[in-house]
Structure formats: structure tokens, C-alpha cells
């Protein structure tokens, strides 16, 4: 009703929700649709619920931890603080997600793994695609686990020989160098693309 267009904003307002509702008292109408807005509310809440639990079923631990603890937990046994990790754009995404976005409010952190994980906040989906979700996060446990690694050593020699501000004619060759790796995406893993500037480094240093 609110969402269909009308021209007639008085039709919209005044007569079709007496239609809607069979009532001409607009006070009962209004109580209907908060008690509706209430029950979409309570169903969606517990859906996170439902997605929530299987997420951690997912990471292995219970239900009363929280997503939070829970996921950091698991990637403190399955990542090496010595090294970091080499993973596709998508999975880099989840990655950050746990690292630096999540809190230990599981409602809020569902929402904000799904964004990452999916592209879209629950409150968005236009069907349940909790499926493809959980897909996506068994995907990205089964990279974490198999994901090359570089090591810390390699990444602070590079910022050491790095200068604090690049010239005009280096931030334009930059720009054409991740302007190169944009265009190629997903064709040329993130693997490869590394060991591709590792072997241009290494020719620099």
C-alpha cells in the first residue's frame, strides 16, 4: 500500500487504507498497522537468530558465545600472527570484517558480516539467500585454512625502503599500477598478482 505508487496522495492516505483495513476509524488503523510493523520487527529478529546460530555453527563453538569472541577465536588457531594472509577481494572483505568491524552485539555483527560476506544487509534481501551466506563463509574457513601467507619480514622491508610521500610522477606511476591490477580482477588471483610484485621488488632492492 505505502510503497505502491499513486498519483492521488489523498487516495493513498484517506481511502485505501479503510479498504485495507475494513475499518473506518483511523485509530484502530493506526494500532493495526504498529501491531503489523511489530510482528515484521519480532519475525526479522528472529531470523538473524536462525542465521546467527548457524554461523557459529559453522565456526564450531556454542551459542551462547558471542560471534565476536567466537569468530576471533577461531581465526587466532587458524592464522599465524607471524604472517599475513593472501586472499581473494571477497574474502579480504570477511577478513577485515572480523578484524576490525565487529562487535559483541551479535544482531548488529550478523548484519555486518552478511554486507560483507553477501553485499547485502539482511533488512535488504529480496529472498533468503542465508544458504549462499553460509556458502560463502565455509568458503572463505576453507581459505584461511589453505591461504599462502607472506611473511612479516618481507612486509617491513617494503614499508622500510618506502619513502612518507610519493612524488607527482610516482603517485601516477601508482595509480597505473593498481589501475593494471583492477582491470584484470578475479582473471589473476590475488596470489599471483603479489608474486608478480614480489618479483618487480625484488628486482628494485
Known amino acids: ?5 499513486n498519483i492521488n496522495p489523498f487516495e493513498s492516505v484517506f481511502i485505501e487504507p479503510k479498504r485495507i ?5 483511523y485509530n484502530d488503523m ?6 503489523m510493523i511489530d510482528e515484521i520487527e519480532d519475525s526479522l529478529y528472529n531470523f ?3 542465521i546467527i546460530n548457524s554461523v557459529k555453527n559453522l565456526f564450531g563453538f556454542d551459542s551462547n558465545t558471542s560471534l565476536k569472541m567466537g569468530i576471533h577465536e577461531w581465526v587466532l588457531k587458524n592464522v599465524s600472527e607471524a604472517n599475513k594472509l593472501i586472499l581473494n577481494e571477497k574474502n579480504k572483505l570477511i577478513y577485515d ?7 559483541y552485539d551479535d544482531v548488529a555483527t550478523i548484519n ?9 544487509f539482511i533488512e535488504d534481501w529480496s529472498a533468503d539467500i542465508s544458504a549462499t551466506l553460509i556458502e560463502n563463509l565455509n568458503t572463505f574457513t576453507n581459505e584461511i585454512r589453505n591461504a599462502s601467507k607472506i611473511d ?8 622500510s625502503n618506502a619513502p612518507e610521500e610519493l612524488s607527482p610522477m610516482g603517485e601516477l606511476l601508482k595509480n597505473n599500477v593498481e589501475s593494471a591490477l583492477s582491470e584484470f580482477s578475479e582473471s589473476v588471483s590475488t596470489e599471483e ?12 632492492i
Not at 483495513?21 to 476509524?25: E, G, L, T
Open 97 to 103: 570484517c572480523i578484524n576490525e568491524a565487529m562487535n
Open 193 to 204: 598478482k603479489i608474486a608478480i610484485l614480489k618479483e618487480l621488488i625484488k628486482d628494485l
Open 152 to 159: 612479516d619480514s618481507l612486509s617491513e622491508l617494503i614499508i
Open 21 to 25: 483495513f475494513n475499518s473506518k476509524n
Open 112 to 120: 555486518l558480516l552478511c554486507k560483507a560476506a553477501v553485499n547485502v
Open 48 to 50: 538473524k537468530l536462525k
Open 1 to 5: 500500500m505505502f510503497l505502491s505508487f
Open 30 to 35: 493506526y494500532k493495526s498497522i504498529i501491531a
